[in-house]
């Protein structure tokens, strides 16, 4: 890689993508910074997972709130729960592979919902099962919420 190319990526990120998009159009590769675009991309899809693991936090931290915190239900509480739904059933619509990480990451989004769950309603921390209690297919399921 030449110090131009290495240098462009530091300086203006913007103008780098933009020009080596450009160079690909027009299918001269030996000129196009191959490392970089590796690495970005790399990024891009830890970034659609990182996205997709914090939002399966939120809902179960909420599908938690709604089962341990009965009398304190709200609709603002139904109402996060059907949005991270929604929205995680995009991402995976969009990116199927992805349900695969999620199935292979719920006790991280467990543990970091509990974690949520504790800080916003106050509850001791024994009261969460120590493993998650439901299912993905629960937390996917717009028709599904925690009873007692």
Known sequence: MTKN???EYERDFYAWAIHNAQLLREGKLSEVDI???AEEIESMGKSEKRELINRLA???AHLLKWKFQSAR???SWKYT???QRLRLN???EESPSLKNELEKRISE???DACY???SETGLDEDIFPKNCPFTLKQCLNQNFFAEK
Request: glycine share 0%.
């Open 116 to 118: 949520i769950a504790l």
């Open 109 to 111: 989004a467990y543990e």
């Open 58 to 60: 939120v809902l179960i």
């Open 5 to 7: 190319i290495q240098k």
């Open 81 to 83: 729960i059907k949005e």
């Open 73 to 75: 239900r709200s609709n």
């Open 35 to 37: 490392e970089h675009i």
């Open 90 to 92: 995009r991402l995976i």
